[in-house]
């Protein structure tokens, strides 16, 4: 697979088949993973993987959180800026219409909406998350290659038949996760990446997310 073709075809796997993927493949994949590039070689990132029982740890952990809080915990990186503005508010809201046409569940039936958002929380039945980690005192462009180094992972897990999804969501837990992970005084987990194969039969894998037009997001100048 050429990477034209993946970046193509990656979408947000949000359905995956119950198989397992080897650890020795979960390696070889993070291994090549680590030529994903960053500002001065600086690597801001770092990866936990879970899977099995960790994952289901992971589970149920959240699960009280979100009962007591449906909004999640406090945080100073929130996902989306407060009142997002347009056309990316317009952008975010389609999406999501688009999910929910995808899946059969009306704007009307709050319950099914919010029953379907919760499987977030339960990496859509994927047999794998990893979780990205970055120190809180990196910078903007630290975020920013972090953010290379996850398309990294995603376009190699296609290459490898494999399924993604990024889950900015798990943000909402990030104080429940340094504790659950043990993580530093100074780090903190940036998002989750549901990992599995895809459930290609499911309906929700056919929301192939709109982009804007070339001449809305890009100039050329001197041609």
Not at 52 to 68: F, H, Q, R, S, T
Not at 98 to 107: S, V
Not at 116 to 128: L, S
Not at 133 to 154: F, N, S
Request: one cysteine or more; glycine letters at 8%; charged letters at 25%.
């Amino acid at each position: 697979m050429d990477v034209s073709k993946a970046v193509d075809q990656r979408i947000s796997t949000r359905a995956f088949l119950p198989d397992a993927l080897p650890e020795s493949e979960i390696r070889d994949w993070l291994e090549q993973a680590r030529r994903a590039p960053s500002g001065g070689n600086t690597q801001p990132w770092r990866t936990i993987i879970v899977s099995g029982a960790a994952k289901d740890a992971v589970i149920g952990m959240a699960a009280p959180v979100l009962a007591a809080n449906p909004k999640g915990q406090p945080t100073d990186r929130p996902i989306y800026p407060k009142d997002l503005w347009e056309p990316h508010e317009s952008r975010r809201r389609k999406v999501g219409e688009m999910m929910y046409e995808a899946l059969g569940i009306p704007r009307e039936d709050r319950a099914a909406r919010v029953g379907w958002f919760a499987n977030n929380f339960r990496f859509f039945g994927a047999p794998v998350a990893a979780f990205i980690i970055i120190d809180e005192r990196m910078g903007h462009g630290q975020w920013g290659h972090t953010g290379m180094y996850l398309q990294t992972l995603a376009l190699l897990a296609e290459e490898r038949g494999w399924g993604t999804c990024m889950q900015e969501c798990w943000g909402m837990l990030r104080p429940a996760l340094k504790e659950h992970f043990k993580l530093s005084d100074t780090e903190m987990v940036w998002c989750a990446m549901a990992v599995g194969k895809p459930d290609k039969e499911h309906p929700v894998n056919t929301l192939r997310a709109e982009r804007a037009p070339l001449d809305e997001i890009a100039e050329l100048h001197g041609f």
